[in-house]
Nanobody, 127 residues
């Protein structure tokens, strides 16, 4: 089992920045692939970014490339989502997710591949 707790959401103006954090517990953190997804009202939960257990590889949705960076600190059992140049369309509930398959060595963009989820944190970008 992996427990995940997100923090860092809030209200920010368009063009601003925000950093989300997700603290994990329950498994050796470096053996867990981590990802962020987001869900806007009335829409599907979409992939944002993923990172391998070592942090050596990352993958991003096309809509956020160049503006959002995923990183992790394995000493703190925490994954981050750094968001810059935020747009109103980034408004959503952001969820972190964890997958332990292949000891965290793979990047997965598919929601169904992640059995562990946090409770979500709201990000609202005003225009």
């Amino acid at each position: 089992q992996v427990q995940l707790v997100e923090s860092g959401g809030g209200l920010v103006q368009a063009g601003g920045s925000l950093r989300l954090s997700c603290a994990a517990s329950g498994r050796t953190f470096s053996s867990i692939s981590m990802a962020w997804f987001r869900q806007a009202p009335g829409l599907e939960r979409d992939f944002v970014a993923a990172i391998t257990g070592s942090g050596s590889s990352t993958n991003y949705a096309d809509s956020v490339k160049g503006r959002i960076t995923i990183s992790r600190d394995n000493a703190k059992n925490t994954v981050y989502l750094h968001m810059d140049t935020l747009k109103p369309e980034d408004t959503a509930v952001y969820y972190c997710a964890a997958a332990t398959v292949l000891a965290g060595r793979i990047l997965v963009r598919t929601r169904s591949a992640y059995p562990y989820w946090g409770q979500g944190t709201q990000v609202t970008v005003s225009s």
